[in-house]
């Protein structure tokens, strides 16, 4: 039989606890077990000069199994028993240990947890050699014992993987602190999954993913380092002063990738996507995406233009470009391999980390089959998402916790993404005690339970192992995992900067500091695995690659700029969708209207639904929800995929959509887009995380990477989207453009004035006016449910020939008006009109002196105002595709009414809001010098909207009195301009 030596610490330890519990209040102690301890001799245990007193093991274990049992503070291996279990086993022969014995063992195995706790904090992370911040609990003397008490105790008394062939507890120890305190360091008590735990200490503990590099491969990594450094050398003695963004003192980011690559491959991984910032990009571009040399070295030929200056005379609809350090690359490994490897770099743009959430879109778009009925098929196995962040942009920009927010979230889960912060210590010329409340730059991973590796840059080795362990935890778990990747930056934030300025004892360190280069380089001279003559061969061999790629980069072989634009013109004539036939329309209708005998839905739910049954005939009624499930299903039997993501989206913010049916009995769900018969395509629909910016870009991510799917992304109330507007300008305005990345994501923004408050009324329609050039992409306002249909379903077969983002102003109050509503025939034989004019004024065309235009809302207003029946001079024409700036159509209208005096603009926004300042100069164009044109509408505010309804609608009263005045007896009011 065992004694308590042979226990885990926690074991004996809460005999000890126990005891000291007795001697406390011999009430806190059953009384089986304070009979046992009235046995210790406390009063000698009480002074330090007196002989300790003993114990059985025996005796407790007697008492123990009486009493609850105890599950150990520290997780435990197979192999480790609970003190119930384990005391139940003793014999009452055991040797008694002393109480000091105990106090020894107890301390010595709570050492240990300390140090697999928080061995990080006494790690060698820093390459600079900065002192660990230290914990008093790393050191012996913290729990009463010294290196001699450890030398004489068990090193079961340390347990784990450091016991295994120790000789003594110091010697266990002395192995933890190799594994937990060296140049790398765990952190993973946060990581909930007992299994997880266990894997990731067994992953350390047994040394399962070190290996000892053959020479061949220690000559692989020395030459890889070589190529990067020498790269990083060439630029900045090149191109002096211009930036790049150096990934010097974080150099070993790029074997590591490497790694990430091979292990891909081993995994028969298909696609790799990396998002990533601009520190180090160029280095990823050249030596993982493998950009030629010569291409990059011709782009910093060509930086003189990255100011604005024009390449040609004219311009057009057509690629500008972007500064080299933003711009992506794709790149597929083939040869050799059992499987081809596509590697993608995501292009973003230098607001830090928000390619997060655009990375994950991608990879999920990657991992899905959408040419199934149903939802989607995924296989997270088929695409590996990698990000790498900067340490201050990690803990300072609130994207990097939307994007982890979503990574179990079934609408967005992609099994897993391998983060790497490349941190060098700084950020642009902020210290970490300035720029974050965390001891660690990677702290925030913690909050969702993501196991964390920190590595010092500067010990290569250690790195190959980090991010071998975090790729076989991802294959293994489908899980996040941060590896913190601790380096420094050489340079200053751009290669212009003078660090020295604002940290100069740390740049009086770095500048002695040996490159990783030159230190590994060392090491195989020591090692006599290579010679110097070696090293210098292989240096100059690199220096001979880049002398001839700036060669060629000078003669022209890599010209910079785009042919004719590439295509990128603007495309007036869409292809129109096939018209579906009554039947058709009416057969699907019906579909959606079955669910199975045994599911029961909400019976007032299913009452609203069943009206759907009804407005296909005559009387019509064919509101906004009605017609938006009805052009998917028409999508969907044509083979078009759809993904609808936002907050609320399953039911709809206002309750018009009612995708997604509850039972009442249980908690099933029934989707009856996804049950279509004749459907070739998925349909996937989500309700998102309370995220915008993150959710936004994640969608944003899917459109490009999903080119034939229809992606909708829907804002709970159109003024929202204010918070994803990085998203919209850096990416769904000008992605295409800059990056030539095309997406064709839709925006579903809920806008219109109802009274409901400054935040709930304006999608800030003038922004997307304000970015829409070079037919980047389509902005519009319909008023009709047939309109919306129609739309639907000309932005979905234009995906693949003419992909562009539509920008919808979505409306609230009119999802169930009457004057928004449809008839069966209007989705059968009409087609998506950029303008609607007024059916009622072209009967007297020649009667009418105003020509009102509007958009939305106020159009539904104004048409249903009492004025309307009496007044013959009115002709309300609504704009419905505001961008492109339908010009001809317009055109047209106003021909038809050749006795117009004026043509007013009516809008429901504030005159500095809205679509006024935009539609003024296109409509001075297209009317005649003697027509006036003016505008109806709010006056200019700061503010979209007043918050008291009794203003909302004294303003909203004014504006349709003024328009729907006659235009010759009341020329202007409060209200015009």
Known sequence: MQNLENYYGPNAGYVLEMYERYRQDPAMVDIATRAIFERWNPEGAARPD???????????????????????????????????????????????????????IVAASTLAHAIRERGHLGAHLDPLGSEPIGDPALRPGYYGITDDDLAQLSPRVVGGHSAEGAANAQDAIRKLRAMYSGPISYEFDQVKSPDERDWLRDAVGLNLYHRDPSPVEARRLLKRLTEVEMFEKYLHQTFVGQKRFSIEGLDMLIPMMDEIIVGAVDSETREMVIGMAHRGRLNVLAHILEKPYAAILAEFSHARHEEGTPLTDSFGFGFTGDVKYHLGAEHIFGEANSIDLKVVLAPNPSHLEFVNAVNGGMARAAQEIRSVAGAPLQDVDKT??????????????????????????????????????????????????????????????????????????????????????????????????????????????NEGDEPGFTQPHMYDIIRDHPTVREIYARVLIEKQLLAQDDIDDMTQEVSAKLAQ???????????????????????????????LSREQLMELNAEMLAWPKSFTPHPKLARILQRRATTLGPGGGIDWGQAEALAFASLLIEGIAIRLTGQDVERGTFGHR????????????????????????????????????????????????????????????GDFANVAQIIIDQFIASGRTKWKQDASLVLLLPHGYEGQGPDHSSARLERYLELAAEDNWRVANCTTAAQYYHLLRLQAHNLKDYPRPLILMSPKGLLRHPLAASHLEDLVQGSFQPVLDDEKAQKNAKQIRRIIVCTGKIAIDLLGHESRVHNEENAIVRVEMLYPFPENELQKIFARYPRAQEVVWVQEEPRNMGAWTYMQPRLRDIIDQHIALRVISRPERSSPAAGFWDLYIAEQEQIIAEACSQPLKQPGGNYAH
Request: charged letters at 15%; glycine letters at 6%.
């Open 50 to 104: 007196a002989e300790s007193p003993v114990v059985s093991a025996g005796q407790v274990a007697q008492q123990t199994q009486k009493t609850q049992s105890v599950r150990p503070a520290q997780p435990v291996h197979s192999s480790q028993l609970s003190v119930s279990a384990s005391l139940m086993t003793e014999h009452e022969d055991t040797p008694a240990y002393s109480r000091t014995q105990v106090m020894k």
């Open 384 to 493: 590996l998402p990698i990000l790498i962040h900067g340490d201050a942009s990690f803990s300072g920009e609130g994207v990097v916790a939307e994007t982890m927010n979503l990574w179990q979230l079934r609408g967005y889960w992609i099994g897993g993404t391998i983060h790497i912060i490349a941190n060098n210590q700084l950020g642009f010329t902020t210290d970490p005690e300035d720029s974050r409340s965390t001891t660690f730059a990677s702290d925030l991973a913690k909050g969702f339970s993501l196991p964390i590796i920190h590595v010092n840059a500067d010990a290569p080795y250690a790195c190959l192992i980090a991010v071998r362990i975090a790729h076989a935890y991802r294959d293994q778990f489908h899980k996040d995992i941060v590896i913190d990747l601790v380096g420094y930056r050489r340079w200053g934030h």
């Open 549 to 579: 790629a700036k060669l060629e980069a000078d003669s022209g072989a890599y010209s910079t700029q785009e042919q004719a634009d590439d295509g990128y013109h603007q495309v007036t004539d869409l292809h129109v969708p096939p018209v």
């Open 658 to 717: 009612n995708a997604v049916l509850h039972s009442i009995e249980n908690d099933d769900m029934f989707i009856p887009l996804q049950h279509i018969a004749d459907a070739q395509a998925s349909f996937s629909l989500y309700n998102s995380a309370l995220s915008e910016v993150g959710v936004l870009g994640y969608e944003y991510g899917y459109s490009v990477h999903a080119p034939g799917a229809l992606v909708l992304w829907e804002a709970q109330f």
